[in-house]
């Protein structure tokens, strides 16, 4: 039996926890793998400035620093913005998977342009961070908003009704009028819209957490994980030091 750690970038009450759990039942999954969820100690409201971005590194790496001693096979970070990826990186020898960078290669293996749908402007920032990164600006379609606040804790629950036409309408724009062969729901807080898209849409819809999921178990199964090379660790680590500014951060944010 394998583990996977799923790191949820948010302080989370089990209710809401169980929210982002639920992501797991629109993939199947093979009976080796188990999966964990823990929400960081602290994090920004939301991911917008670049100070929030620095928060959530450090928050999401905390959370996974002692995953491989605590024997897990695998970390699935759960935000498009892949914050605490990199990091993890470089200091674990299993795989940690973003669903923001799995997403768009998946994406581009499906067809020849992708959109993202998401419910914010304020997160493309996320989106073309990545996109830069990965050098495959010639793929995008287009990233198209619903302009609604999201909501990090009870996600989409209870606002079915209003958030997912509008969903709909703005993915059909993105595939009749900005030519995507493929979409990309913008948030693993969106989950619970998939299923409707998918029925409503004659392209492929990627829903991000589950995709890392199972690519988090194929990695395992294929003896796989990102090159040392690429993120080297650091000679003198002191990653004892982010859980004390977590501790920390938490009491102050309490």
């Known amino acids: 039996m394998h583990k996977i750690l799923v790191i949820?970038?948010?302080?989370?009450?089990?209710?809401?926890?169980?929210?982002?759990?639920?992501?797991?039942?629109?993939?199947?999954?093979?009976?080796?793998?188990?999966?964990?969820?823990?929400?960081?100690?602290?994090?920004?409201?939301?991911?917008?400035?670049?100070?929030?971005?620095?928060?959530?590194?450090?928050?999401?790496?905390e959370v996974g620093?002692?995953?491989?001693?605590?024997?897990?096979?695998?970390?699935?970070v759960d935000t498009m913005s892949d914050s605490g990826v990199s990091a993890l990186r470089s200091c674990l020898d299993i795989p940690v998977i973003g669903p923001g960078q799995t997403s768009m290669l998946c994406a581009m293996m499906?067809?020849?342009?992708?959109?993202?749908?998401?419910?914010?402007?304020?997160?493309?920032?996320?989106?073309?961070?990545?996109?830069?990164?990965?050098?495959?600006?010639?793929?995008?379609?287009?990233?198209?908003?619903?302009?609604?606040?999201?909501d990090n804790q009870s996600l989409l629950a209870g606002k079915e009704?209003?958030?997912f036409p509008l969903?709909?309408?703005?993915?059909?724009?993105?595939?009749?009028?900005?030519g995507a062969d493929?979409?990309?729901?913008?948030?693993?807080?969106?989950?619970?819209?998939?299923?409707?898209?998918?029925k409503n849409l004659n392209v492929p819809v990627i829903n991000p957490g589950p995709l890392t999921y199972k690519m988090a178990e194929t990695m395992i199964g294929a003896g796989l994980a990102h090159s040392k090379t690429a993120y080297p660790g650091s000679p003198t680590p002191k990653l004892h030091l982010f859980e004390a500014m977590m501790d920390a951060a938490k009491k102050a944010d309490d």
């Open 8 to 61: 949820v970038p948010f302080p989370m009450s089990k209710e809401n926890l169980n929210s982002r759990r639920d992501q797991l039942k629109a993939v199947k999954l093979t009976s080796e793998v188990k999966f964990e969820f823990r929400s960081t100690k602290a994090a920004p409201k939301n991911y917008i400035s670049e100070t929030d971005m620095v928060l959530a590194d450090i928050g999401i790496l």
């Open 65 to 76: 620093i002692k995953a491989q001693k605590e024997g897990f096979s695998a970390i699935c």
């Open 110 to 150: 499906m067809g020849n342009k992708f959109s993202i749908v998401t419910m914010w402007k304020s997160w493309f920032h996320l989106y073309t961070r990545t996109i830069k990164r990965l050098g495959i600006k010639d793929h995008i379609a287009s990233i198209r908003s619903i302009d609604v606040n999201p």
């Open 161 to 163: 009704e209003e958030i």
């Open 167 to 178: 969903l709909l309408d703005a993915a059909r724009s993105a595939v009749e009028e900005d």
């Open 182 to 198: 493929v979409i990309i729901l913008g948030s693993t807080t969106m989950h619970q819209s998939h299923s409707f898209l998918k």
